[in-house]
């Protein structure tokens, strides 16, 4: 017997879109925990797959939602719980990644969607098989040239603060210039060997958790048949230039290498 009352109290739900893959066997996604605590699913339409979270429009609606990103606690929670679905499936194949909180009203709008980008779709996912997304940043080695700032000569204690802190300000954008020009070098000699590649901006120390200065902030695709070579290359790059501090990571899903649509951060699919 079917519980009426408790049908019409659950909340309306919606579709929390992960990212399109071309196809997966239904026993990925009863692995893969999504955004409710329970399994994702696939939303299948124009030969592709969509992967999504069932998500309660009493939490994921547009005004709820819209609350809950000035959250910063939750939108962490769900920026990760969004990114190891991702990560999940990027495991797995290409995969499209979604942009954080795009939401459909359900899963018709999903396949809808689908049909609707087929080709930019297909045309993505066949530019990103057999590769992966690198990150390269490069920090700001702290130099030892404020030498000159110390010497103050036989002038008074005022003069000599002014002339050392002339000298300090001369040295660190001196270093600053040459680091910069640095960094242009190494993106353009890892973008010779990447497929692409993408500058975003330097991190703030405070998300990057670095003490020192970023100053390149790269992301490249890079084919799984030359990781060896484009390693070698950062390593070669580091040794070339000493006064960055050179860090890879990845790989990661390729969210620098997937079109950006003129879409607002938080998108609500509904009718209309």
Known sequence: MVDVAADLSAPPAGAWLHGVVRDAEPATFAAIGGMDGGPVRAVSAAGLVAVVSTAPLDEYGEEPLRRNLED??????????????VEALARRGPVVPARLATVHTDDERVAGSLAARR????ATLERLAGRG???????????????????????????????RRR??????EERQ?????AADAVHSALCELAVAGRRHAPQDRRLSGASAPMVLNGAYLVDVAALSRFTELVDSLGGRYPGLHLELTGPWP????????PEPALTVRGPG
């Open 72 to 85: 910063l606690a939750w939108l962490e929670r769900a920026a990760r719980a969004h990114h190891a679905v």
């Open 119 to 122: 080709a930019e779709l297909v």
């Open 133 to 163: 997304e690198w990150g390269v940043k490069g920090y700001l080695v702290p130099g030892a040239a404020t030498a000159a700032a110390d010497t103050a000569g036989g002038a008074g204690v005022g003069t000599a603060y002014l002339r």
């Open 167 to 172: 000298a300090q300000l001369t040295a660190r």
């Open 177 to 181: 210039q040459v680091a910069s020009a």
């Open 254 to 261: 390729a969210y620098s290498f997937v079109a950006e649509r």
